[in-house]
């Protein structure tokens, strides 16, 4: 098959978005011509290691951006900055859905990305020879413009899989994003797409609701070594408990672990002597004023701003895992919230500790080794009491189970999945049951 892929968010650029269609890209490389189309910087820089396999990647320069957020931030902004630039955010987080319907804007600096050149690209590719199947990923909503577009222009020659690694409309930080219009938007652009791909159950119940069954679940996953062996759970006298990643106001709030920690500082002087809570991530300056504030400064070490592989690093070492699913006040919404950072915590063989809603669509998959467990935020004496009891117990999770779990969301068989819905979208264009 001839595969172009729309993904605007580079593979050379450190974050989830990158990885999805990179590792697509490299399995399905194995077996078909494939293209990779995507965004880039002035320069050349890769700010994580990737591997496309045999895929072609063509990069088309940025317009415009305000800043590169790869680059890091080395200050340490006051509480007064940091208020503001919460307001800030808000702000953006409101304007970027109705901007994106007019503008190929991204988040991420303010990127402006060049969509004459993406229709320039496709167009070499899509007009030479047979038929292309056309994967466009959202957000940007741009990628959606391209994919409706080369649809309505080549209806014979194109098949379009439009896919949704977060949701086009009541998305649970923008309000604005809850209006009936931005449903129907997805819905009216949507109207010519041969198959729709989303990452999580509810957003298949979601999508399936207004498109009908031409919506197929393909999750976010995990391509590397499975760190499943004794060493992943080898015994030591602390207590490393280490959180990777990104932080969001309301939604992904790392205070009410904060608030576990000191009911245990409290009652367990022995445990909180041994313990340490590794921190890496851009919300650096955020985390160490909040364990200021806390006093809570010496049970933290903060590693700042990372590299993927550094941040890999540090949670092959750790004891205990947190992971930060949902934490804002719409616990049906936080439910259906599948970080990337999941499939990589599940494949370091440690346990794990989530804060998330009690019906968070993971969590019996989760849980299935044991000893990893699912609280909601409230629950900071139960995050509590289960740190004591891990620390006392030392118990090892269920290594088969463990496997069991991350299998399948391996991008090699996420990879194999994909062939099958390209397959059976294709038989249906033909007319094919």
Request: aromatic fraction near 12%; proline fraction near 4%; include cysteine.
């Amino acid at each position: 098959m001839k595969i172009a892929i729309v993904a605007p968010y580079s593979p050379r650029w450190n974050n989830i978005a990158s990885v999805r269609w990179e590792k697509f890209a490299k399995y399905l490389s194995k077996n078909h011509l494939v293209h990779l189309i995507t965004s880039r910087f002035s320069n050349n820089r890769s700010f994580r290691e990737f591997n496309l396999g045999n895929a072609n990647l063509i990069e088309i320069p940025l317009k415009y951006f305000k800043r590169n957020p790869y680059l890091g931030n080395k200050n340490d902004p006051s509480t007064k900055a940091m208020a503001i630039s919460g307001a800030i955010r808000k702000i953006k987080a409101e304007l970027r859905p109705i901007l994106e319907k007019f503008l190929p804007l991204s988040s991420g600096g303010v990127l402006l990305h060049d969509y004459r050149a993406y229709v320039v690209e496709l167009e070499k590719i899509v007009s030479s020879g047979e038929r292309t199947i056309l994967i466009t990923s959202y957000d940007p909503w741009f990628s959606l413009r391209l994919g409706n577009y080369f649809k309505r222009r080549y209806p014979d020659k194109v098949i379009w899989l439009a896919d949704f690694r977060d949701p086009s409309f009541h998305v649970h930080e923008p309000e604005v994003s809850k209006l009936i219009v931005f449903k129907y938007l997805t819905k009216k652009i949507l109207t010519v797409a041969d198959g729709i791909l989303v990452v999580t159950k509810q957003m298949l119940e979601t999508y399936q609701r207004i498109c009908g069954q031409k919506v197929f679940f393909l999750p976010n996953g995990y391509d590397g070594q499975l760190s499943l062996g004794i060493e992943s759970q080898r015994k030591t006298e602390g207590l490393k408990i280490v959180y990777t990643g990104s932080l969001h106001p309301k939604t992904g709030e790392i205070k009410w672990f904060i608030h576990a920690l000191l009911k245990l500082k409290q009652k367990e002087v022995d445990v909180c002597s041994k313990l340490k809570f590794i921190y890496a991530g851009k919300d650096f300056s955020y985390v160490q004023k909040l364990f200021e504030r806390f006093s809570l400064l010496d049970l933290l070490e903060n590693h700042g701003f990372v590299s993927r592989d550094e941040a890999l690093n540090l949670q092959n070492k750790a004891d205990l895992l947190l992971l930060i699913a949902y934490t804002g006040d719409h616990p049906e919404e936080g439910s259906s919230i599948r970080t990337g950072k999941v499939y990589e915590y599940l494949a370091t063989g440690k346990p794990i500790l989530v804060i998330a809603p009690k019906n968070w669509e993971m969590r019996e998959e989760l849980e299935s080794d044991g000893i990893s467990r699912v609280f909601e935020k409230s629950e900071s004496e139960e995050m509590a009491n289960y740190i004591t009891w891990f620390f006392r117990e030392r118990k090892q999770i269920d290594l088969k189970k463990r496997e069991e779990v991350i299998r399948p969301y391996l991008y090699e068989n996420l990879s194999k999945r994909l062939e099958e819905i390209i397959e059976t979208v294709s038989r249906k264009v033909r007319g094919h049951p």
